[in-house]
């Protein structure tokens, strides 16, 4: 309690409220522009945010992302574009209802859901926070290691039918990390004797070009498009209120997404289809599911904004990200010296519950400011797209050039940029990147570390932890292969596929 | 749940047109990586161990970067051809063109300053566009000088004087312009 107390103190400032107010809403509009996303934006500020104090830095960014979804929904439901990848699924059901003239119920529904599921989700990391502190201790080098190595092959499988490209792009990520002198035997790796290389690549360049630039260049070069929309009228308080009447589906979504969240490599897409899959097994009109159903609508958006609050478990405890928006964050840390790991529960614990407690209030401001906003941000997202990648290639000079003032990385990002441009006509995932860059760098520092205790390999998995994450590994990689071989068998036709649904995933 | 049959529906990705191209310019870039394994890092002799050598990520990243790259484009190989191959590597091509607007602009801020650099751009690549109204050219001004005071006046990031800035009189305005715009 005490140390709950003292992270609310942390919060009580002007400039982490302020913070926390920019983030917020600056992340609902951000989410709610097609072609913008969470990354996009955190990657660009994530510079200026280095000149901050940490908690400020963070609980900005915190609010980008924990918000960014409440944003997306509404393109999604009322344009049928999703705002960000997440919120893919709830086109599914939420433009159907606009389709059926119930446009205010299935905002005030997606809302009122998100907020469930942030809630709850936040609550139950709150309280299970000082379990956290008692078993993050547990995790040394050689777990930690093992964690990492999770959360790459877990980033890999994740890509059904893309299992291939995600290695090749994990081990590129990993590769890239190892670029420069090495700071152990001070040897070069991979300079090709230029000194340019020598600093190695910075993973801000990346991230910026990788999601920032990339994005710039794809609208750019696209043709024009400027959505239409019409008004929502009614009353919004009330039409989220309707949540209510959804509770078990919500609870259910919020648990899936914390539990997911909390896996790193996995995420918002399997803890939606968990949830979706369940809410439409006990509903008692499924055939609806697709169609315009509420409770299909409440599954995807209570599972999906569960998820920021429970993907920062894996970053705090152990300082393993799980996917690209917290691998960013981790440089936050890096930079202010704060290293995240299982220090930060037991010496710092305020500090964590004070990140919770800004997520709470940024899920209030959000539904507070979707009361009146929504017809305001309509007009919003009418931005032509290509004045939209002009902007957002503005923004990125600044986040690449503030780093280091160096025009070489401009170069590096610009290339990243035209990579990234490829990755997202080809279809093919760049988070594998970013997260093969941290964990490949991780990897190698626990490695070196677990090594010095270990004689025999046996040894490496002497301890409960270890040997448990040893043995999902394998279980994974073992159970992806049935999976893979069972699908084969009873595979359906390619055209009965829904093509378009990952039309929008690397946004 | 119409639309969506299988839990591997969820993430299942298709292929696009292009896709033989790219899977083996990788392919052939991890191998030249790969190939340059010895001469780009070194072999430590003395007292340390396989995995404490610096050469020991960059094969293990490398080796499973140019397998899963072979594996992609025997999968590419083997796939139906897509139409329109030529078609997407010309908008990948096409696409340099923005990036070479970037270069312009990152080349352009040391000389003549970050405001009057970030101005120019909005606008000559606005009118680029095709925005050429007076609105539009009015709308992109007015976002570049707000970037400007937001990014440089407000939040201090980093962006050095342009060195136009040493050619005006000594004083109060040129510390000013030297500090926030």
Known sequence: MDAFLSGLDLLARFDVALALLIGSVGGVIIGAIPGVGPAVAIAILLPATFSLDPLVGLTMLLGIYGSSMFGGALPAILINTPGTAVNALTTYDGHPMTKKGQALRALGLAYGASFFGGILSIVALILFAPLLAKIAPMFGSREIFLAALLGIVLVVLAHRGQTFAAGMLAAFGIFLNTIGLEPVKYTQRYTFGQDWLASGINLIVVVLGLFALSQAFVLLTDPESAPTTQRVKGNMLRAMGEVLQFKRIAAAGSSFGVLMGMIPGVGEFTAQFLSYTYAQKTSKAPEEFGHGSPEGLVASESANNAVPAAAMIPLLALGIPGEALTAMMLSVFYVHNVIPGPNLFQNQLDFVYALYIAMIALNVIVVVFMLFASNWLLQIIRIPTRFLGMTILTLGFVGVYSLRNSITDCAISAGFGILGLILKRQNLPIVPIVLGMVLGGIMEVKLRSAMARVKTPLDFVDRPIAALLALAILVLIVLHVWGVIREHRSRVPETQHDHDLHDSQTR | ?181
Not at chain 2, 20 to 41: E, I, K, R, S, Y
Not at chain 2, 96 to 104: D, G, H, Q, R
Not at chain 2, 148 to 176: C, W
Request: with cysteine; aromatic share 18%; glycine share 4%.
């Open chain 2, 1 to 181: 749940m119409s639309r969506l049959k299988t839990f591997q529906d969820l993430f299942k990705r298709y292929r696009r047109p292009g896709d033989m191209v790219f899977a083996l310019a990788f392919f052939l870039f991890a191998l030249f990586l790969l190939v340059n394994l010895p001469m780009q890092t070194t072999w430590v002799e003395k007292r340390t161990q396989l995995f404490a050598q610096p050469a020991f990520w960059p094969a293990i990243s490398l080796v499973a970067m140019t397998f899963f790259a072979g594996l992609h484009l025997l999968g590419a190989v083997v796939s139906e051809r897509i139409p329109g191959r030529l078609a997407e590597v010309l908008y990948w091509l096409r696409s340099l063109e923005y990036a070479a607007w970037f270069m312009a602009y990152v080349l352009l801020v040391p000389v003549i300053g970050y405001l009057l650099a970030t101005i120019l751009f909005c606008g000559t690549l606005s009118f680029r566009l095709g925005y050429r109204s007076p609105q539009w050219l009015l709308a992109s001004t007015v976002f570049a000088v707000a970037v400007v005071v937001l990014f440089k006046s407000f939040l201090q990031v980093k962006i050095p004087a342009g060195a136009i800035y040493d050619a005006l009189p000594p004083g109060a305005f040129r510390s000013f312009m030297m500090t926030y715009l």
